[in-house]
């Protein structure tokens, strides 16, 4: 990192940006016209800054990341019980954040709000306080998480659609437009409707995740014992542990089984 005001960062800032002197900028980084940086801001090397954008608080962009005109990012949460305290907000590196998106810093001294690599976040989403996102997540257009949701690797997240507070979404889920997220979404399914019921599992997108056939045999066993068996979710983990062998994918489907602290979102059909 360099400080912006050394000579070879300065070619790379427009002259109507505002960048605080004390904010740190890497190697061939880009602030477009009207841009504004706060003191406490980090971003990483190649890293491109469109026009009026604003970063703020205690926070960090990746490398060879895009923000586009008019994003907000790490400014004061919209939390009524936020206090001015120091928090975080920490994107990682080759991430898109279009236009209007806005990403919030967290509620609680020291916590921060997360978003991982290469993720695909669409023009006017949002992520919420203590939000944590994984790798490689796709948010359409609109799409919003409530504070304090968590979002595995690999999810998509259909435009419209509203992501409750502490909600949990498994890696490789897909969720439809404009569904309602009210309950935790097991990995490895399709989620849809008003209030989001499971409507299957995501076998395009395991595919697309080269997910071994003989693994995607078991994920959909895994799925039938637990939306078409009639058993209570402990007992289907236990049918689960019984019948299928271990691999990865089974393994990280039954911890976010376990830890369904607010029960996982139910089919259709129940």
Not at 236 to 244: G, K, N, R
Request: proline letters at 3%; a negative charge.
């Amino acid at each position: 990192m360099i400080v912006v005001g050394m000579e070879n960062a300065e070619s790379n800032i427009h002259s109507t940006a505002i960048v605080h002197p004390n904010a740190k900028l890497g190697k061939d980084v880009i602030v477009g016209p009207g841009a504004v940086i706060g003191e406490h801001v980090e971003i990483g090397d190649g890293t491109q800054i469109g026009a009026h954008v604003v970063i703020g608080g205690w926070t960090t962009i990746g490398k060879r990341c895009e923000l586009y005109p008019n994003a907000s990012i790490g400014l004061e949460p919209q939390d009524l019980k936020f206090k001015g305290e120091k928090s975080y907000c920490n994107i990682g590196d080759e991430t898109v954040i279009r236009e209007f998106v806005t990403i919030s810093r967290a509620t609680g001294e020291g916590e921060e709000t997360r978003v991982g690599n290469n993720c695909l976040l669409q023009a006017c989403t949002h992520v919420a306080h203590n939000c944590i996102v994984g790798n490689n997540v796709i948010m359409s257009n609109c799409a919003g998480l409530a504070g304090h949701a968590i979002v595995e690797d690999r999810v998509v997240i259909g435009g419209l659609a509203g992501i409750h507070q502490f909600v949990k979404i498994g890696r490789n889920a897909m969720v439809g437009g404009m569904a309602k997220v009210v309950q935790d979404i097991p990995p490895y399914v399709i989620a849809d409707g008003q209030p989001a019921r499971v409507i299957g599992l995501n076998s395009v997108g395991l595919s697309r995740a080269g997910i071994s056939e003989e693994v995607r045999r078991d994920l959909k066993q895994a799925f039938r014992i637990i939306y078409r068996s009639g058993f209570s979710l402990s007992k289907a983990i236990e049918e689960m542990e019984m019948q299928l062998d271990s691999s990865v994918e089974i393994e990280n489907l039954l911890r976010f089984l376990r830890n369904a602290d607010r029960g996982i979102m139910r089919t259709r059909r129940d």
